[in-house]
């Protein structure tokens, strides 16, 4: 049996050690808006954060975030308001396929809690992991720039 918090609620499932949190996450705790894309630590579409951390869920075995605290897309938003991120990725209609968007997304939000004032290059540096077939990477980064002026005014 493996616990861990899972976006502020306290799960635990009968699961083999070594299956990738992907897999639990998609397949066990019904939690779809995190993709596998590679599979293989190569694309970041399965980026979740631990502890705050992004890390890639197809390649981290359950095992090795048991009594964590995992936070997926799902977790992002504060009952219907959106995270600021989330709003300036709808603002400026980044997705386009989708299917990259969630990783992108929490890489964005890792991102900003480590530098909340980003230049350009800091971006592409930190994103570069986060690969998007459709080619959204304007945007994305149009995004990261909107939603760090809004946290900053917030604060
Ligand atoms: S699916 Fe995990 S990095 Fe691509
Ligand atoms: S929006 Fe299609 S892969 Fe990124």
Redesign the pocket.
Known sequence: MISFTLNKEKVSYDVDPNMPL?YVLRDVAQKTGT?????????????VHVDGTPI????TPVSAIADKSITTIEGLADGEKLHPVQQAWVDNNVPQCGYCQS?QIMSAVALLAENASPSEADIETYMQ?N?CRCGTYPRIKKAIQQAAVQMQEVK
């Open positions: 992907l993709k596998f894309g590679c599979g293989a630590g190569q694309c970041g579409a399965c980026t890639r869920s197809c390649l990783g992991g690969i």
